[in-house]
């Protein structure tokens, strides 16, 4: 068959490998280049910085226990990951600071401090054991609400609704209207994270061994104005003149550009489809430590969150470590929300991102969507159909191969 893929990120490309050896695919991207959220900077992403630093502007971590699908995938494509530390410190309003217990670990703070912090993390576990009773409900009671009802104004939950800004890349004031419905597992299965990964050679990487080997067709730069369905298959309808008849065609890019490409959306995908809007965002890699020197902090972490003034909220993610240059002089950031604290000389990329704009009439509709795929030769994959991350772009991209007879990931 001929399978067009729309979206070359995470979810189109894997989806694409796993087609690649049954079907004939051509993978549409909108950008001048592949990856969506996996963007690093002299791997997909031009830079002037020295050619052998490896810095990631966006997708960047993983975790193992919870990310089994996608550490196959690494496994098959031979990608070589590095262990992360997962730490997180959170920066409150007061100027107060908590540490988790690995960033209590590598603070390596003299005893009397270090019995505060423990003292401290007992506190908020307790905080956390709260937030897990409250969020003890059935599925179906968690589709229908928006992360407000589980939050408190604890500092344990501020600091979980800013770890949940850092998930989904969404501004801290809207995180509250995010679905519980996907937060609350995600919070609740990183609170058992065991082992955090980056990837050598940065995020791109393994993207990179899925093109390299990929029979089908990649097109960037392509703007499709159209996509008409028949009972024979499905037609593209490009900028100009041009038209392209497929088989069947897998919608892998955000929620919102469905409605958008579809010509003739039925009843059932105007439902669906209707409440998702674009998120549109920008991270910055920079090598700006004041926000560090500011607030005295002696040890950076993979999660550093904060409370800022005016109800927002940012992060920044030590890439040191993270991306394998622990031994340099110069600390490098990836900050998001943190303009106002970063010296616009010192911001050596500014990443523009378009997620979805997670709310609870948008999400609703994800398990009917991927109940559905098949109907009328349309196909949907997409991390946002499973927890948001990277997992859930492989596990999505897996579904819809295994419905249209291609590869899975437990083959040998
Ligand atoms: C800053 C940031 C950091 C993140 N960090 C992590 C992390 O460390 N770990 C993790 O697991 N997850 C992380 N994520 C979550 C990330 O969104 C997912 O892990 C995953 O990369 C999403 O993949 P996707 O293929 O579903 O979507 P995308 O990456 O959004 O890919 C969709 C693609 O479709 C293209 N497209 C859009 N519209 C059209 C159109 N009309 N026609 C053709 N193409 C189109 C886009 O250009 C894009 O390339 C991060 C997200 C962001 C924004």
Redesign the pocket.
């Known amino acids: 068959m001929r399978i067009a893929i ?8 894997v989806c694409a490998h796993l087609l690649d050896s049954v079907h004939d695919v051509v993978v ?4 001048p280049m ?5 963007r690093t900077l002299n791997g997909n992403v031009p830079s002037e910085l020295d050619p052998s630093l490896r810095l ?7 975790e193992v226990r919870n ?1 089994p699908r ?1 550490m196959r995938l690494f496994d098959k494509l031979g990608c070589e990951t590095r262990p992360v530390a997962g730490t997180t410190t959170f920066w409150t309003r007061d100027g107060e600071h908590h540490l988790s217990p690995g960033s209590i670990r590598r603070a390596q703070d003299p005893w009397p401090k270090r019995l505060g912090q423990l003292i401290d993390l007992i506190g908020l576990r307790m905080q956390g054991l709260a937030f897990d009773r409250r969020t003890a409900l059935p599925d179906d009671v968690l589709e229908s609400l928006p992360l407000s009802e589980c939050l408190t104004d604890a500092d344990m939950d501020r600091w979980a609704a800013l770890l949940t800004m850092y ?3 969404i501004p801290y004031e809207r995180v509250p209207d995010m679905p519980a419905a996907l937060t609350v597992p995600m919070l609740r299965a990183f609170e058992r994270a065991e082992s955090w990964v980056s990837l050598k050679g940065g ?1 791109w990487c393994y993207l990179h061994r899925i093109v390299e080997s990929l029979r089908g067709e990649v097109r960037l730069n ?3 104005t159209g996509v008409t369905r028949d009972a024979d298959g499905v037609t593209l309808n490009m900028l100009g003149p041009d038209v392209e008849r497929f088989d069947k065609v897998v919608f ?3 929620p919102d ?1 469905t409605l ?2 579809l010509t003739d959306p039925s009843e059932a995908e105007l439902r669906r489809f209707g409440g998702w809007k674009p998120n549109h ?1 920008q ?1 910055l890699v920079h090598c700006d430590s004041g926000m560090y020197e500011r607030r005295g902090i002696q040890v950076a972490t993979e999660f550093d969150v904060y409370e800022l003034s005016g109800g927002q909220g940012g992060y920044n993610s030590y890439l040191n470590d993270l991306c394998g240059v622990a031994d340099s002089e110069t600390r490098y950031g ?1 900050a ?1 929300g943190m303009e106002d604290e970063i010296d616009p000389a010192k911001v050596l990329h500014r ?1 523009k ?3 979805p704009d997670y709310t609870v009439d948008a999400y609703r509709w994800h398990v009917e969507v991927s109940a559905t795929n098949g109907e009328n030769h349309t196909f949907h ?4 159909l499973g927890n ?6 492989v596990v ?1 991209a897996e579904a819809v191969s295994r419905l249209l007879g291609g590869d899975s990931l437990d083959e040998p």
Do not use: C, M, N
């Open positions: 729309i979206g070359g990120g995470s979810a189109g490309l549409f991207e909108r950008q592949l990856g969506g959220h996996v990631d502007a966006g997708v960047i971590e993983f990310f996608l998930a989904y890349s995020a392509q703007v499709i892998a890019a955000p550009q958008k490409l965002i991270t990836l998001f990443q991102h378009h997620t994959a997409g991390a946002w948001g991350l990277q997992e859930g772009a999505s």
